[in-house]
Structures are given as structure tokens and as C-alpha cells.
């Protein structure tokens, strides 16, 4: 744990924010005290719901280490991560993860993810988005494939 990669990170949000390119969110992803990836929230401006800065500093950080897990790496950002962005961290792997605000903190100004935590915990059929299996022949075609693949890289 290192305070100056915190500090980046909400300088990073704090930059985002009065530049106007989206929310007070800022990411910086370190391996072995290198800063090797970089994000901020950009959900406004790139029209992505994904863009958000733990999401954008993993994208970062994969290119420039040219590899799509970050085992040996520890997360600074700004904020709690939400849910998508909490899955995200466990897909990359990356070791750690150090936060400044708290989700009720980033509640408070306007973004509640409760209501995610909420459904997640619902069984699909009482969920808002409804969710159907569309099972037909073929339909596991990719996963039977896959299961046999020689050539996967698995992950």
C-alpha cells in the first residue's frame, strides 16, 4: 500500500471531474511499484455504461503489459468499486485492491449501486431486467467446441 498511488488516483477523478469528461471516478493499476495502467470514468463522454476508471485502467493496463491478467498487480482508485467493476477486477485477477471513498459516499452524491447488490441477490424471475434461457439446437454449439479445442489458451 502506497499513499502516492491513492493520490494519483483521485487526482486523476479530480482532473476527470473539471475537465468534464465524466464521473469522480479515477484508476491507477501498479506492478511491483510501476504504475503500468491508468482510467477514469468516461461513461458520459465515450456513450460506454462499461467506461467506468477501474474498467478503463484494466483495459490500460492489459495492453501495456500485453497480457490479460494482472495477478501480480494492485488496484488504486477512488472510489469502491461497483459490482460490474468488482467482476472485472476478479476476471483480471490483480492482487489487491485500495480504495478512498466508500459506496455510500459515492450514494450520497448520486451514485447508488445498491439497487445492483439488490437484484444480483433476487432469483432471475423477481429480477427488473428479465433474463430467458433460449435453449434450440445447436444453441451450446461455441461451448462443445470449445471443451475439445486443442488451441485454447484457457483462462
Known amino acids: ?21 465524466g464521473g469522480p471516478f479515477g484508476a491507477i493499476i501498479v506492478k511491483n511499484g510501476t504504475v503500468v495502467g491508468r482510467g477514469c470514468n468516461n461513461v458520459t463522454t465515450a456513450n460506454d ?40 477486477i476478479y476476471w483480471a485477477r490483480a492482487k489487491t485492491i485500495y480504495y ?10 448520486g451514485f447508488d449501486d445498491h439497487f445492483i447488490y439488490q437484484e444480483l441477490g433476487q432469483p432471475m424471475e423477481n429480477r427488473i431486467i428479465k433474463m430467458e434461457q433460449m435453449s434450440f439446437n445447436n444453441h451450446d454449439l461455441p ?13
Open 100 to 109: 478512498a471513498c466508500t459506496k455510500e459516499d459515492a450514494a450520497h452524491i
Open 143 to 155: 461451448f462443445r467446441t470449445w471443451e475439445t479445442f486443442i488451441d485454447k489458451v484457457t483462462y
Open 1 to 21: 500500500m502506497d499513499v502516492k498511488f491513492m493520490e494519483m488516483a483521485i487526482q486523476l477523478a479530480y482532473e476527470n471531474v473539471l475537465a468534464k469528461n
Open 49 to 88: 455504461p462499461t467506461a467506468h476508471a477501474e474498467v478503463q485502467a484494466i483495459r490500460d493496463a492489459c495492453r501495456n503489459l500485453n497480457r490479460f491478467q494482472l495477478s501480480d498487480c494492485e488496484i488504486y482508485t477512488s472510489c469502491e468499486p461497483c459490482p460490474m467493476c468488482i467482476g472485472a
